[in-house]
């Protein structure tokens, strides 16, 4: 394979440590320079893939160093840039083929991690890497490696739920209907059609990052989720905002449009089961501005 073939797979790696596009982006990027310069060296690399991939992990633990210290005095709760994918706006071929594991959903649990624990548990659990690969990788033994992700994988049953317990995703022609059925129903005040549609425990979470209007803290109970969707499109539609259909991290969702066609928040559904078991809503201008032009309908005043 052509090196730049390895992109998709380096830039999902990348994506999942860091949670950023940006960031990931400017990571691939990072790596391929330095095979670059190993080639002008006059360096041999009998296996590419594997040079990059452990550049790609090595910088993405160097980089989760500074990111927890910022994420520390982060205005609300955090979530990830969205990976968004639509008819209208498709986006580049490393972002169409990210892996469906990377949901937000999953991305959040993973800050429980360290960022070597991190690496270790998604090479192995989402990328199924092997232990050599994953020692080879991160730069531990293999027993080491075999320790961290038990370990891991302990943290991320006590931060969150167990991946066997979890009902697996919608698939995509089932996640089109019932996301299509859902925003027509926010969008147009119909509470009981909604509360039909969401789980007993589903849950909100929104991210403006203190710089777009947002939830303060995630939102829990079906009634609770419902009238604050339905208020929402309310403000939203009067101020001539409108949905287009995405797929977002390899969910279903929404973008939201001003009237320009500019984006002003993005929405992703995690659907199981046939219900909405959780809701994840950006609209932190500084996370939206790889999707296009960001509106500035939501945005706060400045201080």
Not at 18 to 28: F, H, K, N, R
Not at 129 to 139: D, F, N
């Amino acid at each position: 394979m052509d090196e730049a073939g390895y992109r998709p797979l380096l830039f999902s790696i990348a994506y999942g440590m860091t949670g950023s596009v940006g960031d990931a982006e400017d990571i691939v990027q990072d790596a391929f320079l330095g095979l670059t310069r190993a080639h002008q060296a006059g360096t041999v690399i009998a296996a590419p893939k594997a040079y990059l991939t452990t550049a790609v992990t090595r910088l993405g633990i160097n980089h989760l160093g500074s990111a927890r210290m910022r994420r520390e005095t982060y205005v609300g709760e955090w979530l990830p840039e969205p990976v968004v994918v639509s008819d209208g706006r498709p986006g580049p071929a490393e972002h169409a083929e990210l892996a469906d594991s990377l949901s937000m959903a999953f991305l959040v649990l993973l800050e429980a991690l360290s960022p070597v624990e991190r690496a270790v548990f998604m090479l192995r659990e989402v990328f199924g890497y092997g232990y050599p690969e994953v020692a080879a990788s991160t730069g531990k033994s293999e027993a080491n490696c075999r320790q961290i992700f038990a370990r891991a994988r302990k943290r991320i049953a006590a931060a969150g739920q167990e991946a066997d317990s979890t009902p697996p995703p919608a698939r995509r022609p089932e996640g089109d209907e019932l996301a299509r059925t859902f925003f027509e129903a926010a969008a147009g005040g119909a509470l009981d059609a909604l509360l039909g549609m969401l789980a007993p425990d589903v849950v909100f979470h929104g991210d403006g990052g203190g710089k777009a209007r947002a939830i303060g803290k995630s939102v829990t109970e079906p009634r609770r989720v419902g009238q604050l969707l339905v208020g929402g499109f309310r403000r939203l539609r009067a101020l001539g905002a409108t949905l287009r259909p995405a797929w977002i991290n390899g969910r279903p969702g929404a973008m939201i449009v001003d009237a320009e066609g500019r984006v002003a928040s993005v929405v992703e559904l995690d659907i199981a089961d046939g219900v909405v078991r959780a809701i994840h809503s950006v609209s932190n201008p500084d996370k939206l501005g790889h999707v296009g032009p960001v509106s500035d309908i939501a945005r706060l005043p400045e201080r």
